[in-house]
């Protein structure tokens, strides 16, 4: 199970000040408002509904990549995933980040986000953007209510997850960006315990997951057991085979993942990419 989305969570940040955000835009020039208000889950839902009553036919032939790209993901499931994932739960796009940017739209402002210290700014900025966050707090040069999970050498770029709070979503990047640190299979198999105990999605950023040498290092979140009911995972060719121009990756959001209310993730996911990406 996960997190019930028609509900916000209340005081998951109180008192909250686990460390500075060491690499972000918003560091120098921060976003202190948000310009969007996004629909929430049962609007989106409904649209869903509609859509699929009015063109059952079209909705499935607009599934991105559902005739052009069909070969592309069945072969990213086959070669990349070893077939620990279906190529039905692979959803072709133009890049990781502009990933992340649809996944911020698709799960709105009424929710609370845990970010690794330092991260890849979009996690902050883009959460920022989508009114996730509050009022910038020029002492603690953070943002109000985003939880930092501080990844320094003291900790083993690791996360005290004992410490934090419950938060809905949870960014982590394997290799970092920029620390350059991979997380241990026992360290991904601890995340993906402290999710399912909270109830919480982890959205995996392995787009440097080809930097990789040692066997003993997951490349996939999805090598652990575990890990299908409660992430989902971005991943992009402009690192492993130099396509940063040409724009050219995939999320995976497994049929499994569930909200709290038993609904799918994966078919708002796939509403959200046929309405805001031709595929």
């Known amino acids: 199970k996960t997190m019930d989305r028609s509900e916000p969570t209340s005081n998951s940040t109180s008192g909250n000040s686990i460390g500075t955000l060491h690499y972000t835009a918003a560091h120098s020039n921060p976003l202190r408002h948000s310009p969007l208000r996004i629909l929430d889950r ?8 509609l859509w699929s009553e009015r063109n059952t036919l079209a909705h499935h032939l607009s599934r991105p990549g559902y005739n ?7 072969k990213i499931a086959q070669t990349l995933y070893k ?3 279906s190529a039905e739960e692979v959803f072709v796009s133009d890049g990781a ?9 698709m799960f709105g402002s009424n929710i609370s986000v845990a970010v690794q210290d330092p991260s890849y700014p979009v ?10 966050t509050e009022e910038y707090n020029t002492e603690k040069q953070q943002f109000n209510k985003l939880v930092y999970m501080k990844c320094v050498p003291e900790n083993n770029f690791f996360p005290d997850l004992a410490t934090l709070p419950k938060t809905d979503l949870i960014y982590f990047c394997s290799p970092n960006n920029p620390t350059g640190a991979a997380a ?8 993906i315990a402290f999710a399912k105990k909270n109830k919480s999605i982890i959205i995996f950023d392995a787009a440097y997951a080809e930097y990789i040498e ?10 652990l057991e575990g890990a299908k009911e409660v992430a989902i995972e971005i991943n992009s060719f402009s690192k492993t085979v130099g396509f940063t121009g040409v724009r050219l990756g995939w999320c995976i959001v497994p049929l499994t993942l569930k909200y709290d209310d038993g609904t799918s993730v994966h078919k708002d996911w796939s509403r959200i990419v046929t309405t805001l990406f031709n595929g």
Do not use: C, F, M, W
């Not at 996690?123 to 996730?132: C, F, K, R």
């Open 42 to 49: 049962s609007n989106l839902r409904h649209l869903r509904s």
């Open 68 to 74: 052009i790209l069909k070969e592309l993901r069945e």
């Open 83 to 85: 077939n620990i994932i």
């Open 97 to 105: 980040k502009p990933d992340l940017g649809r996944l911020q739209i």
């Open 123 to 132: 996690y902050v900025d883009g959460s920022v953007i989508v009114g996730a």
């Open 184 to 191: 241990t299979k026992r360290q991904l198999e601890e995340l």
């Open 214 to 223: 040692d066997q003993t290092i997951p490349k996939s979140i999805y090598e």
